[in-house]
């Protein structure tokens, strides 16, 4: 009896068994999974172009809210506009003319366009 006790206790101090080999990659599971919702995220929304580097998008948060942002994305300068109380004013000249269609579009017609047009 005292033999196979022997084996067995050198069996356990051959085998590799550690606590914490599963639980060793953990890290790297989180932040695959994170960068899969990351993705997901941004797919569901269709704005793939949040990820390209060469793309330009813009987003307004909150339209006509006192709150509202306009994010900016150009190329990989990302610049967010916060509203303001502030009013603008100046001199400016007029550069053409936006009309809102029946279902919902706006256009928006150069002034130049309309001239060569006629």
């Known amino acids: 009896m005292n033999r196979t006790g022997r084996q067995s206790l050198g069996m356990l101090e051959d085998s590799d068994d550690d606590p914490m080999n599963g639980v060793a990659n953990l890290f790297d599971a989180a932040m695959v999974f ?26 307004v948060k909150n339209p006509g809210d006192p709150n509202m ?7 990989d300068q990302i610049q967010i506009l916060n509203m303001t109380d502030k009013i603008a004013g100046g001199q400016g000249t007029k550069m053409g003319t936006a009309y809102k269609l029946e279902n919902g579009m706006v256009v928006y017609v150069p002034e130049n366009a309309t001239a060569e047009a006629a």
Do not use: D, R
Request: charge should be negative; glycine fraction near 0%; charged fraction near 10%.
């Open 69 to 75: 942002q306009i994010i900016i994305k150009e190329m």
């Open 34 to 59: 994170a960068i899969a919702l990351l993705l997901a995220l941004v797919l569901s929304y269709n704005i793939p172009e949040l990820l390209t580097p060469e793309a330009s998008v813009t987003i």
